[in-house]
């Protein structure tokens, strides 16, 4: 996994590598070549005829990876590199100097009346490599940056609304414009230049990437908002840092990759049947909440689970039955007497049980809760979603008769609810928030949102990359319980099964925003993208 830092770990990281024989000006020379060779690849899909690259460079050290990667580009490319200082390097300054020997275009920044050259080079780039600012940067930026700041993004804006203007002739009368013209992309090196690497604060005049490469760590204030917002897509490369150095072997969290969650993926062996891949349980469902269940149930099943039993009220038996015909049903009348110890005798043939989706809030709702947590020991893995969480949270169940270890799965307004807080006291700082209520409960906390935290009581913190607006639709977390719920019962650790689960569930979101675009894409279409999203991690 990829390990997540604060600017000081990663200057201890950089002293540690340097100790070690793998120096600053070696580690400036590895960034610039992985910066290049992701520029190579970018322009390669460029819709440019012709593309061009302007490289900003700032004063320090993520200056110096912005020359070495444009003089690569320079000579390994046929797209013209132009460059841009802010300010003057050294004269001993030897990337500087090749560059400056290398008869490459070159601007300053002092020579450029009102940026008019600036806004040039950007506005005519196919390519914007941004080494302006690492992650030194506080906001808010200093007053003499923020007008060749402005003058950056009024460039990217500009190129925007001239390209928009030729091709109104493809909209309809009051539409607007479906122009997908080729602007300049933004490849920041490390952090896009404006935000803070550690709290995720972000300048005013932050350049937006469209892709962020960090090097050898990410930092955390790029998985916080707003600075989240600019990063675009992420990458990162290790520059040849060992895993095992100094500080970062040690630090606390981690973000998941594609990797890391094909590796995970429970076994499907030749002789299995439905028994070998485990039975989940999911109790929900209530009268304005048909569905929620049923999406759980679905999304269990795509993920591999054997065989899948809903408990639900029989009022809804008639409407949902013939729709989902592979679900086993346990109808239930009432929330007390003869109904709860049908679902208690259930449990011993469940090898994971969710409760929750659809649930609702009411009196037969908490007692059934009540004495589904009250078999303690008896319960399978449990996982807790939706208004199980919102009865624990009102009082009507207790956090202490939860079974350590279940898996609970707020979003940020049910998270403050349970801790007694505000929703944007959770949303400051998610990592720590997650971190600290799975300590205090001892339970693997999921904390639901963009990047998405995992936490478990010991302290381990997974973080997910995804930030897809697709997902913020009612239904996505019922799919998300139910993948979780599907994966524990095939014997997947609970907190693999956690962090497994969001991956899977992220990138079916992705897949399904590109089918239908995000704004329009349903719970459904997520559902329906697991097949696709699974087969893009199965080892081939």
């Not at 760590?217 to 675009?232: E, I, T």
């Not at 679905?298 to 009022?315: D, H, M, N, T």
């Not at 239904?475 to 497994?500: K, R, Y």
Request: one cysteine or more; glycine letters at 10%; a negative charge.
């Amino acid at each position: 996994m990829i390990r997540i830092v604060s600017t000081e770990q990663m200057r201890e990281i950089e002293a540690a590598a340097d100790q070690a024989g793998l120096s600053y000006a070696k580690l400036m020379q590895h960034a610039g070549r992985a910066a290049a060779e992701r520029a190579k690849q970018l322009l390669a899909e460029s819709m440019a005829d012709e593309p061009k690259v302007t490289v900003l460079v700032g004063p320090g050290n993520n200056g110096g990876d912005a020359l070495v990667a444009g003089l690569l580009l320079s000579r390994e490319s046929d797209a013209p590199v132009r460059f841009y200082l802010i300010r003057r390097r050294a004269d001993d300054d030897d990337n500087w100097a090749a560059v400056r020997d290398s008869g490459a275009f070159v601007a300053f920044a002092d020579d450029d009346q009102r940026y008019r050259v600036l806004s040039n080079l950007v506005s005519s780039a196919s390519l914007v490599i941004d080494g302006l600012f690492g992650m030194g940067t506080r906001p808010p930026l200093r007053p003499d940056v923020v007008p060749l700041m402005r003058a950056v993004r009024h460039a990217l804006r500009d190129y925007q609304a001239e390209s928009a203007q030729y091709a109104n002739f493809l909209s309809v009368p009051e539409a607007r414009p479906m122009f997908r013209g080729t602007r300049p992309r933004v490849l920041a090196l490390d952090c896009p230049s404006g935000v803070d690497c550690d709290t995720g604060a972000a300048d005013d005049n932050t350049i937006p990437a469209d892709e962020t490469i960090a090097f050898i760590a990410l930092k955390a204030g790029l998985l916080s908002f707003p600075a989240a917002g600019y990063v675009g897509r992420l990458v990162t490369t290790a520059l040849g840092v060992p895993p095992n150095t100094s500080h970062l072997r040690t630090s606390g969290a981690r973000m998941v990759s594609g990797l890391d969650a094909s590796d995970a993926l429970p076994a499907r062996p030749l002789d299995g049947h439905k028994g070998t891949f485990g039975r989940a349980l999911i109790i929900g469902g209530s009268t304005n909440y048909v569905g929620a269940p049923q999406m759980a149930g679905r999304a269990a099943y795509r993920i591999g689970a054997g065989l899948v039993q809903l408990a639900v009220p029989e009022s809804h038996l008639v409407a949902v039955a013939g729709t989902f015909p592979e679900a086993v049903w346990l109808p239930l009348y009432a929330a007390n007497g003869s109904d709860v110890q049908k679902v208690i005798a259930g449990l011993g043939d469940a090898q994971a049980v969710l409760i929750g989706p659809g649930l609702g809030q009411s009196d037969d709702a908490a007692a059934l809760l009540t004495a589904m947590l009250a078999q303690g020991d008896a319960l399978p893995p449990l996982v807790l979603d939706a208004d199980a969480l919102n009865l624990i949270a009102s009082g009507h169940a207790a956090m202490s008769s939860v079974p350590e270890g279940s898996i609970l799965t707020p979003h940020p307004g049910e998270m403050a609810r349970l801790l007694g807080t505000s929703t944007a006291e959770v949303q400051a700082n998610r990592i720590e928030s997650a971190r600290a209520a799975a300590e205090k409960w001892g339970q693997i906390v999921m904390l639901k949102g963009a990047h998405t935290v995992t936490a478990s009581p010991s302290g381990e913190i997974v973080v997910s990359p995804f930030k897809q607006p697709a997902l913020a639709k009612a239904g996505t977390g019922d799919v998300l319980a139910g993948i979780i719920t599907g994966l524990v019962a095939q014997g997947t650790s609970p907190f693999t099964a956690a962090w497994l689960g969001v991956y899977v569930h992220g990138l079916a979101g992705n897949i399904a925003a590109e089918g239908v675009s995000g704004r329009a894409a349903l719970a459904s279409d997520v559902l329906a993208a697991l097949p696709a999203a699974l087969q893009s991690l199965e080892p081939r």
